[in-house]
């Protein structure tokens, strides 16, 4: 017999099969725990509700003539989509492009924009995209767009 054993009614039970239910649900809420805490710290560890706009407290208008888009990002349940990444690619010959990576509330926001039109992408963590082609920005602007996985 082992140290890692008992005899309960001259039959030998292993501990890991005692509380095998008990250390996969360990292993399960662990990789649970740290998939959130993963999302959270990729999110830039933002707090809900930050100040970085949305759908419903807009940026507002510059008088630089510049513009805006921002929106939310939903996965596959509706919740947050933590940990994606958005990026906008203005069109024609400049073709700068900006990177937003997703706050914990599902925000994000490009702020001073030039103005022109831009390719807008949703890259999710298990590599689906969406894609959203043209945007316009004017002068002055705020375009809101919303993904859903």
């Known amino acids: ?33 740290a998939v959130l805490i993963g999302g959270f ?27 805006a888009i921002n929106g939310n990002v939903a996965g596959p349940l509706g919740l947050p989509a933590v940990g994606a990444t958005v990026v906008a690619t203005e069109q024609g010959g400049s073709a700068k492009s900006a990177n937003a990576f997703i706050s914990i509330d599902g925000k994000y926001v490009f702020s001073n924009l030039p103005p022109g039109k831009y390719i807008v992408m949703v890259a999710f963590p298990d590599g689906v995209n969406k894609v959203i082609n043209p945007v316009s920005v004017d002068p002055g602007s705020v375009q809101t767009i919303n993904f859903k996985y």
């Open 41 to 67: 710290l990729l999110s830039g560890g933002t707090a809900p509700n930050s100040n970085i706009g949305s759908v419903f407290n807009p940026l507002p208008v510059y008088k630089s003539g510049l513009g």
């Open 1 to 33: 017999m082992t140290a890692d054993s008992k005899v309960t009614d001259g039959r030998s039970i292993s501990l890991f099969k005692k509380h095998q239910n008990k250390i996969t649900l360990g292993i399960i809420f662990g990789a649970i725990g």
